[in-house]
């Protein structure tokens, strides 16, 4: 019996190392890709130029929104697209300011006209911001986008754009506050979470 037991037990574990390593090496290239596509700068003459929002501190954008808002603002000096849209809801209860209406300020005070600039102030997330900018886009006639991000936020970005309908390009923050090692792996480790978890939950 003991013969036998240890031949199916070397067996089980020898299934489970080929099972893990499987599972690591899909993990490694989940990650691989995420990173290319981050490196990826697509931007190309669109219709709008959509920017995902991030944190604001009321009237201020944070450091990372900051570097969004300056890119998108770039692109579209560039003469790549005549709207920007920007993105995202009130971070708290008390937030005088949407994320939406930061970057709009922000954007008047760097030389961007009124007439260019569309918002939407209701989104929390990533998908949120998507699918609120579809509808802007539709309510005015815009058929194709540049999504303006961070390098590795720009794989689900674009997935989601495409999920939400939105013809879509991606041009990632050269500039990105997530510079250090450990900032980046960081973010790394969540977005091959999400990549996963899209899949099986739907994004909200």
């Not at 969004?68 to 008390?94: E, M, N, P, W």
């Not at 609120?132 to 540049?146: E, P, Y």
Request: aromatic share 10%; charged share 20%; glycine share 8%.
């Amino acid at each position: 019996m003991n013969a036998r037991g240890k031949p199916r037990r070397r067996g089980i574990w020898s299934w489970l190392w080929r099972l893990g390593l499987l599972a690591v090496l899909w993990l490694c290239a989940v990650a691989v890709y995420i990173a290319v596509v981050g490196e990826r700068d697509q931007a190309a003459p669109a219709d709008a130029i959509i920017v995902l929002g991030a944190a604001a501190y009321d009237a201020n954008p944070s450091p990372v929104f900051e570097e969004r808002i300056r890119h998108g603002i770039d692109l579209y000096q560039r003469g790549l697209a005549g709207k920007l849209i920007f993105t995202g809801g009130y971070g708290g209860s008390g937030a005088r300011f949407s994320e939406a209406q930061v970057a709009r300020r922000y954007a008047l005070r760097h030389g961007v006209p009124e007439e260019a600039i569309l918002i939407e102030s209701v989104s929390r997330t990533t998908w949120q911001n998507l699918q609120q900018a579809s509808r802007v886009m539709h309510t005015h006639d815009l058929h194709s986008a540049i999504i303006v991000s961070d390098p590795l936020h720009m794989a689900r970005a674009l997935r989601l754009a495409d999920d939400a309908g939105i013809a879509a390009v991606g041009s990632p923050t050269p500039t990105s506050r997530f510079r250090s090692l450990s900032t980046r792996w960081r973010f790394l480790l969540q977005e091959v979470y999400f990549f996963h978890r899209d899949r099986v939950v739907k994004p909200s």
